[in-house]
């Protein structure tokens, strides 16, 4: 099953069901398909996966139910995208992987890594399909990451490789936004600046992961078997302005740790909730690593997309621009 996220007419966060491109609205699950009224299509999918056991199969029998009353779907152009999950439908964290990919591992002349290197982001740098990314004061450098976004449907601990797959609850595609001044790369770096490697604010800065609006059960993809993941820049000036710039075009069958490892290695020590997002690594095609290097500047847009779940595009603004005001 395809779930997306979008703001109603009223303004109200919920969810329907994607079907061939087109919205069966959470309003249509509940008048024509006669959804449990605990599942509340008002509370976001993470929010569900936490406090609501079993209403994914709720949702395919109202979907069903309402198609076969003559439920009418909706164009995805009608209603505003709105994360998958997060950041009020967030589960308790949000677990990134670096160095998941050979090739990324490569084109940053380091080793392949015996473990994933894991980071945390967190709720406030969750952003939508189409919202701003805003590039605060005192960077220069930001960059986009592709990436497979994996959300955890049950409470894991000390999970076996084995074990995990019972507790991925569906996909999303992300985009871990990053300041490569800030983290110290020395490409990044302006004569006389020296980077404070400051993963926290480098990674984790507002709106630094952008979150696609479609949710995708592990019984339509298989990140194992392969899905073709591509990330492109779209120049707001220059020659090339307006025209796609592929960046990255990778698989996810080339993950150095899967999806079931990543679980389980992390589940190890820090117990996975219902809602968690893991961030899987991205492929090469970064602009740090580029000659010479390529960073998103305001104007450019940065579009992710992955094969089988969707993509997330997004404007790239300037602090001094910020459509957000004082929040």
């Given amino acids: 099953m395809r779930l997306y996220a979008y ?19 959470g309003s249509q699950l509940e008048k024509r398909g006669g959804l449990d009224p605990a599942v509340d299509t008002h509370i976001g999918i993470g929010s569900q996966l936490a406090f ?56 940053g002349g380091r080793t392949l890594p015996e473990r994933p290197m894991l980071f945390a982001k967190f709720a406030n740098a969750i952003v939508g399909d189409g919202d701003a990314i805003i590039r605060p004061p005192g960077t220069n450098a930001l960059d986009l990451e592709v990436e497979l976004g994996v959300v955890i449907g ?13 507790f991925i609850a569906g996909y999303v595609v992300v985009n871990d936004v990053s300041a490569r001044d800030w983290q110290g790369n020395p490409r990044a770096l302006r004569e006389g600046e020296k980077g404070d490697g400051q993963w926290l604010r480098a990674k984790g800065s507002d709106t630094f992961l952008p979150v696609g609006p479609v949710f995708v059960t592990p019984d339509e993809v298989d990140p194992a078997a392969g899905l073709r993941i591509r990330s492109w820049r779209i120049p707001g000036e220059g020659p090339d302005a307006g025209s796609p710039v592929l960046m ?53 847009r940065v ?7 969707g993509a997330v595009e997004n404007p790239i603004v300037d602090w001094t621009d910020d459509p957000r005001g004082d929040i």
């Fill in 7 to 25: 703001e109603d007419r009223y303004g109200d966060e919920r969810f329907g069901v994607l079907l061939l491109g087109r919205l069966l609205t």
């Fill in 52 to 107: 609501q056991d079993g209403w994914l199969r709720e949702v395919a029998r109202a979907a069903r139910r309402a198609l076969k009353h003559g439920a009418s779907l909706v164009g995805l152009d009608e209603r505003r995208p709105l994360p998958a999950v997060g950041p009020g439908g967030l589960g308790e964290k949000i677990v990134c992987a670096g160095l998941n990919y050979a090739d990324h591992v490569s084109e």
């Fill in 154 to 166: 049950g409470s894991a601990r000390r999970m076996t490789t084995e074990e995990a797959p019972a």
């Fill in 248 to 300: 990255q075009d990778g698989n996810t069958a080339n993950m150095l740790f899967p999806v079931a490892q990543l679980i389980s290695m992390i589940s190890q020590q820090v117990t996975l909730r219902p809602g968690d997002l893991i961030a899987t690594g991205t492929p090469a095609g970064v602009g740090v690593f580029r000659d010479p290097p390529v960073f998103l500047e305001p104007g450019d």
């Fill in 303 to 309: 579009r992710c997309e992955i094969e089988g779940i």
